[in-house]
């Protein structure tokens, strides 16, 4: 059974930075392709940043701000927020596709077999 523990997430001011963490059981991050998503109030879900091996895709209103790593040794994947905006409240979710994104637009949501709960994130001005 695959399971995320998302944490890190918060209240900031704008301005400020998190970190968030996607810890897996029952799934190898590093076998599949691992991305953050978020929700903001009242919109649809979006695709943040995505990590396939050595390969990362950003949404270009995240690009230069966010960054996405991962660490094997841990089974964990991170979303480091810099330069936080009231824009960039949502929730935030962990999710994981178990092959490849060859082909396929990495950050629609569509691919990603394995979603976490959410953390929320809440930036104010």
């Known amino acids: 059974q695959v399971q995320f523990v998302e944490s890190g997430g918060g209240s900031v001011k704008a301005g400020g930075s998190l970190r968030l963490s996607c810890t897996a059981s029952?799934?190898?991050?590093?076998?599949?392709?691992t991305g953050w998503f978020r929700q903001p109030p009242g919109k649809e879900r979006e695709g943040v940043a995505v990590?396939?091996?050595?390969?990362?895709y950003y949404a270009d209103s995240v690009k230069g701000r966010f960054t996405i790593s991962q660490d094997n040794a841990n089974n964990t994947v991170y979303l480091q927020m810099n330069s936080l905006k009231p824009e960039d409240t949502a929730v935030y979710y962990c999710?994981?596709?178990?092959?490849?994104?060859?082909?396929?637009?990495?950050?629609?949501?569509?691919?990603?077999?394995?979603w976490g709960q959410g953390t929320q994130v809440t930036v104010s001005s």
């Open positions: 999710a994981a596709r178990t092959r490849g994104i060859a082909g396929l637009d990495p950050l629609s949501t569509r691919p990603y077999n394995y």
């Open positions: 990590i396939s091996g050595p390969i990362t």
């Open positions: 029952g799934y190898l991050h590093n076998r599949g392709c």
